[in-house]
């Protein structure tokens, strides 16, 4: 079974940083691109960043570009998420999702996320 | 940059009726890069449609997508209490990199 938990998500000040994970389980992590989307209270989705199988590519959303960093550790199964110079736009909850090329571009399986609030 | 525009914002419905939801792109875009997401209060999004019309595994027959260009649609035939729920549609696009939303259609009771 596909599994996804992200840890990580807590109350920090404006300016400051926090680290997301998101341990994979049951699948082969190493041959999947993963994503970070997040979602503001009350709010839509929006997708934040993508990393590929390799850490070869990755993309950022404008909104958090230069600010945030995704890595991967393929041996740990394991993706991150580095939040830096946070705003209060930046809380959301933040979900990792996996990246599917399979008949499309889509995210077929959704950890529950874990809530990021910026205030001071 | 291309924007998802989905109607209504808001759905009333009953039990047993069908929905129809849409989502419209500014410009025309591949069927394969749209998809269709549920989302329920407190949950993850969870994936109903991929390339425009393939249903999801494990998704009911219920659910169907359609749609090329600038008009997609979800189709739900007849709604169980389960589907009262808010739907996004997503996009994809290559160049540049990026995922797009649209601002989601609640389907209420």
């Known amino acids: 079974e596909v599994q996804l938990v992200e840890s990580g998500g807590g109350l920090v000040k404006p300016g400051g940083s926090l680290r997301l994970s998101c341990d994979a389980s049951g699948f082969s992590f190493s041959y999947y691109a993963m994503d970070w989307v997040r979602q503001a209270p009350g709010k839509g989705l929006e997708w934040v960043s993508s990393?590929?199988?390799?850490?070869?590519?990755?993309y950022y959303a404008d909104s958090v570009k230069g600010r945030f960093t995704t890595s991967r550790d393929n041996a740990k199964n394991s993706l991150y998420l580095q939040l830096n110079s946070l705003g209060v736009e930046d809380t959301a909850v933040y979900y990792c999702?996996?990246?599917?090329?399979?008949?499309?571009?889509?995210?077929?399986?959704w950890g529950m996320g874990t809530l990021v609030a910026v205030s001071s | 940059e291309i924007v998802l525009t989905q109607s209504p914002g808001i759905l009333s419905l009953s039990p047993g009726e069908r929905a129809t939801l849409s989502c419209r792109a500014s410009?025309?875009?591949?069927?394969?890069?749209l998809a269709w997401y549920q989302q329920n209060p407190g949950q993850a999004p969870r994936l109903l449609i991929h390339?425009?019309?393939n249903r999801a595994t494990g998704i009911p027959d219920r659910f169907s997508g359609s749609g090329s260009g600038t008009h997609f649609t979800l189709t739900i035939s007849r709604l169980e209490p389960e589907d009262f729920a808010v739907y996004y549609c997503?996009?994809?696009?290559?160049?540049?990199?990026?995922?797009?939303f649209g601002q989601g259609t609640k389907v209420e009771i």
């Open positions: 990393i590929s199988p390799r850490s070869d590519y990755i």
């Open positions: 390339g425009a019309s």
């Open positions: 997503q996009l994809y696009r290559s160049s540049p990199y990026g995922w797009t």
């Open positions: 999702a996996r990246h599917q090329l399979s008949n499309g571009y889509y995210w077929d399986f």
């Open positions: 410009q025309s875009v591949s069927s394969i890069c």
